[in-house]
């Protein structure tokens, strides 16, 4: 209680940190190279650090849980908490290139476990790049769902190669998704709404779910209410525009 009062960047009401000292731009270039620690192997990923109520340190090398969702660009971290206690069992995690906004959502989650015990134990967020790094976190097919959730549009055509969803990087989502895994997307970029829909059309191993399938999802309604972006967007009354698709086995 008393680093509460002393500390000015934690609520006093709340126990959480305050965003105002923990702004940011709102994008960093993906193709810039920035310094942190990067795991050689997803076997190098050291779970104890992410979630330890799931591995104390002496039992790591017994459980076999593994990060099951991915939220790419998690930005304050909405998403996850809100998954989080939809989804309590599963462990998921938030990759986000900005230090300032990784470290709102830490020190987030960790008021969130303190005021809450038991719960948000299974969420984490890693500061890192990954339209890099994603083999080096993910084992083939580990993953089950991937948020990509506003994602910069970098309007200019020199600068589509920066896009988060692209041909190729659909290739190494494709390598982590196990079959049936989902690919979420939404944006309120109409042109990047195209664009993602369109290269997810275009992969061989995604197919769009049917309007039924994203009537059932629960985490669907999720897309455009848990981040700070869709609300944003909704308070503003604009538009957004969502890709969800399947991965499957290509056809020969």
């Known amino acids: ?97 900005r230090d300032k906004v990784t470290e709102y959502v830490k020190e987030r989650i960790l008021a969130l476990r303190v ?20 083999p080096n976190y993910f084992e083939k097919g580990q993953l089950t769902k991937m948020f990509f959730l506003f994602p910069d549009p970098h309007f200019k055509e020199k600068n589509h190669r920066r896009r988060v969803i692209s041909p190729h990087l659909l290739d190494e989502y494709a390598y982590v998704l196990g079959v049936g895994g989902i690919i979420y997307t939404i944006t309120d970029v109409e042109e990047l709404g195209d664009w993602m829909r369109s290269c997810l059309e275009n992969h061989p191993m995604f197919e769009a779910l049917t309007k ?11 897309l455009s209410s848990a981040t700070e972006e869709g609300q944003k967007v909704a308070r503003n ?12 086995v290509p056809t020969s």
């Open 1 to 97: 209680m008393l680093e509460q009062e002393t500390n000015p960047t934690i609520s006093k009401s709340t126990g959480l940190p305050r965003k105002r000292f923990y702004r940011a731009r709102a994008h960093s270039n993906p193709l810039s190279d920035s310094h942190f620690p990067v795991p050689i192997s997803p076997s190098h990923v050291d779970y104890s650090l992410h979630y330890p109520h799931f591995f104390p340190p002496a039992d790591q090398v017994n459980c076999s849980k593994k990060i099951q969702f991915a939220d790419i660009g998690c930005g304050f971290g909405g998403l996850l908490i809100s998954l989080s206690t939809l989804f309590p069992e599963v462990l998921m995690i938030g990759m986000e290139l």
């Open 115 to 134: 005021s809450n015990p038991g719960q948000y134990q299974n969420i984490s967020v890693v500061r890192t790049n990954s339209m890099k790094y994603i």
């Open 212 to 222: 039924e399938e994203l009537e059932a999802d629960p985490v669907v309604k999720l």
């Open 237 to 248: 009354g604009g538009q957004t525009f969502q890709a969800v698709f399947r991965r499957i």
